[in-house]
């Protein structure tokens, strides 16, 4: 049984940081690829960043680039989110993804196949 926990989301000031990380239990990061996605209230889940399986490249959606780094552990099978110069605009629920993507369709949902419960991030004063 695959499980995907996200952790790390909370009540952050702008301008600051957060690290999210994404504990798997039933599949390995080693074979399968990660992704970080996000939705806001009354919008649509967006793309963030995704780390493929083997070759540990990393792929950023365009509004985060720069302000936001994806990594992974694939002795901890985990992979994290460091999130900067946090807006208000980043209010949202964050989302960890595993699937066997490529990388002609990792900004994709379709693309993966298991998700965590994902966890809420609000930035505001």
């Known amino acids: 049984q695959v499980q995907l926990v996200e952790s790390g989301g909370e009540l952050v000031l702008p301008g600051g940081s957060l690290r999210l990380s994404c504990a798997a239990s039933?599949?390995?990061?080693?074979?399968?690829?990660a992704g970080w996605f996000r939705q806001a209230p009354g919008k649509a889940r967006e793309f963030l960043a995704a780390?493929?399986?083997?070759?540990?490249?990393?792929y950023y959606g365009d509004s985060v680039k720069g302000r936001f780094t994806m990594s992974k552990d694939n002795a901890k099978n985990t992979a994290y989110l460091q999130l900067n110069s946090l807006k208000p605009e980043d209010t949202a629920v964050y989302y960890c993804?595993?699937?066997?993507?490529?990388?002609?369709?990792?900004?994709?949902?379709?693309?993966?196949?298991?998700w965590g419960q994902g966890t809420q991030v609000t930035v505001s004063s």
């Open positions: 780390i493929k399986a083997t070759s540990g490249n990393v």
């Open positions: 993804a595993a699937g066997r993507v490529i990388s002609s369709s990792l900004t994709y949902e379709s693309s993966y196949a298991y």
């Open positions: 039933g599949l390995t990061f080693r074979q399968y690829g």
